[in-house]
T-cell receptor
Framework: SQTIHQWPATLVQPVGSPLSLECTVEGTSNPNLYWYRQAAGRGLQLLFYSVGIGQISSEVPQNLSASRPQDRQFILSSKKLLLSDSGFYLC?????????FGQGTRLTVV | SQKIEQNSEALNIQEGKTATLTCNYTNYSPAYLQWYRQDPGRGPVFLLLIRENEKEKRKERLKVTFDTTLKQSLFHITASQPADSATYLCARTTSNQFYFGTGTSLTVIP
């Protein structure tokens, strides 16, 4: 069966520090992968999606970037975090018409 | 722009009653809509999908309707239970992306 792993679960980082969040999917190949951010009390904002290795589409301009170095690995990065980058980050993959989410990373920038 | 909107106000209902949540869309005609459940601190979990040619879809105590004339989907939970308390999200998909509404928080009062 397919599973999605996302880590870490929580992260506290100082302003200006770098960020790397990793997401991996097991049990499938060539999945569509997604990074979402959810601010407190807000909806899910699509940040990036990828339909294949090295193929990244950005939905909104921001302080973040994404990479897909391997078929089932999706990485969210930042060189210098801002306070506004705080939020709940979710990785997801697509199976047919359904999205399957990881458990999320709660990022607090202090 | 294409929008998908949910009533952002929280919904409180008595246990045993039917909860009805609304999802409206504008400026496009989705081929299908989806509903997800999100518990605090967790990623959304897929519940149901309804296609534009389906008036109604059921799964146990859940029922989803799709009215293309009103541009609206309704999500019903019958015989609600405190365990149904969560945030419910509707979503639309394009060929590659998923876009989510802001969600409606449901609290079922014992």
């Amino acid at each position: 069966s397919q599973t999605i792993h996302q880590w870490p679960a929580t992260l506290v980082q100082p302003v200006g520090s770098p960020l790397s969040l990793e997401c991996t999917v097991e049990g499938t190949s060539n999945p569509n992968l997604y990074w979402y951010r959810q601010a407190a009390g807000r909806g899910l904002q699509l940040l990036f999606y990828s339909v294949g290795i090295g193929q990244i589409s950005s939905e909104v301009p921001q302080n973040l970037s994404a990479s897909r170095p391997q078929d089932r690995q999706f990485i969210l990065s930042s060189k210098k975090l801002l306070l506004s980058d705080s939020g709940f980050y979710l990785c997801a993959w697509r199976w047919g018409a359904e999205a399957f989410f990881g458990q999320g990373t709660r990022l607090t920038v202090v | 722009s294409q929008k998908i909107e949910q009533n952002s106000e929280a919904l409180n209902i008595q246990e045993g009653k039917t909860a009805t949540l609304t999802c409206n869309y504008t400026n496009y005609s989705p081929a299908y809509l989806q509903w997800y459940r999100q518990d605090p601190g967790r990623g959304p979990v897929f519940l149901l999908l309804i296609r534009e040619n389906e008036k109604e879809k059921r799964k146990e105590r859940l029922k989803v309707t799709f009215d293309t004339t009103l541009k609206q989907s309704l999500f019903h939970i019958t015989a609600s239970q405190p365990a149904d308390s969560a945030t419910y999200l509707c979503a639309r998909t394009t060929s590659n992306q998923f876009y989510f509404g802001t969600g409606t928080s449901l609290t079922v009062i014992p």
